[in-house]
């Protein structure tokens, strides 16, 4: 499998795994906190989206595209951890 097949699945694992944790805890949050933390998540995953496309469109030397990757991931390890 390809790097950018496995960075597609690993964006679909994670928009697919917060939706399905704010599904199981509709009545855990508050139905702002709800649409606050999946517009987050369906946001920062269409972002991600975008970098990995930027990625493997521009190639691997544009360093905007690199740190964009990180600060991507670095928000979703931030999410997590704010709402576990």
Do not use: E, P, Q, R
């Not at 509709?26 to 269409?46: P, Q, R």
């Not at 595209?65 to 390890?77: D, E, K, P, Q, R």
């Amino acid at each position: 499998m390809s790097l950018k097949k496995i960075f597609y699945l690993f964006g679909f694992i994670y928009l697919g795994s917060w939706l399905f944790h704010f599904l199981t805890h509709l009545g855990y949050y508050d139905s702002k906190y709800l649409l606050t933390g999946a517009s987050f998540v369906v946001v920062s995953t269409l972002l991600f989206f975008g970098v990995v496309y930027l990625f493997y469109k521009k190639g691997s030397s544009n360093k905007i595209v690199h740190g964009l990757l990180v600060l991507t991931s670095l928000a979703s390890i931030v999410t997590a951890v704010v709402l576990a």
